[in-house]
């Protein structure tokens, strides 16, 4: 099956500091990218959803300026939480598709747990 | 407003069945899936139904009934390693994924 990767798989920060998160397609080229946030018992919320070599499309309430997504190749998007704070401690999922407008799979990273201090 | 609706929690018992149940309100419908999600972990991949009926594979199986905006996975022969969460997720009509907010499934001996 197809494989996401992401990296860090932890991170602690200290409040105010960035962090990046890398979303890695490995064996075969993702024509979308999701990122996901879950709090602790509660479901996937999605953030945005990005394509490469474009810019992200946000949900509702969420900061694009504080949630930066860089989708440079097909293999690679990136989320970077700027200037994090201790509400953004959460769990980050990433997960990738092939093929745009119709049903497909979503194959997920194994996520990354980030908590600010 | 899309909604999914799926209960909290279920308790079962090793060997046994047990069926979680989904209620769905999507713009458009394009299918829907079923994840597992152990804790601390992300979601992988079990099921996805886009027509009427029973889908089987293996002991998890998965129903829909689009006139009735309702599904359910099956689980059978119950394993203590089946104890996690289920998400329920409906694709709308613009192929994004609307999530439920997962049942807990706790399986004793």
């Known amino acids: 099956g197809a494989v996401v990767s992401q990296h860090p798989s932890w991170v602690i920060c200290k409040s105010g500091t960035s962090v990046k998160i890398e979303c890695r397609s490995l064996?075969?080229?993702?024509?979308?990218m999701f990122w996901y946030r879950q709090f602790p018992k509660q479901s996937l919320m999605l953030m945005a959803t990005?394509?490469?070599?474009?810019?992200?499309?946000?949900e509702q309430g969420v900061e694009k300026d504080k949630f930066l997504i860089n989708h440079a190749s097909l293999t690679l998007s990136t989320l970077t939480v700027t200037s994090a704070h201790p509400e953004d401690s959460s769990f980050y999922i990433c997960?990738?598709?092939?093929?745009?407008?119709?049903?497909?799979?979503?194959?997920f990273g194994p996520g990354t747990r980030l908590t600010v201090l | 407003g899309q909604n999914i609706d799926q209960p909290t929690e279920m308790t079962a018992t090793e060997g046994a069945i047990v069926q979680i149940n989904c209620t769905y309100q999507?713009?458009?419908?394009?299918?829907l899936f079923w994840y597992q999600q152990h804790a601390g972990e992300a979601p992988t991949f079990l099921s996805y139904?886009?027509l009427d009926g029973l889908e089987e594979k293996g002991r998890f199986s998965s129903f829909l009934s689009r006139s009735k905006g309702y599904s359910y996975l099956l689980l059978k022969e119950l394993q203590m390693k089946d104890s996690a969460s289920y998400l329920c997720?409906?694709?709308?009509?613009?192929?994004?994924?609307?999530w439920g907010a997962g049942t807990k499934l706790i399986i004793k001996p």
């Open positions: 064996d075969f080229q993702a024509t979308t």
């Open positions: 990005s394509n490469e070599g474009s810019k992200a499309t946000y």
């Open positions: 999507t713009s458009g419908f394009n299918g």
């Open positions: 139904n886009v």
């Open positions: 997960s990738a598709t092939v093929g745009a407008g119709e049903v497909n799979e979503q194959f």
């Open positions: 997720a409906g694709l709308d009509s613009n192929y994004q994924l609307i």
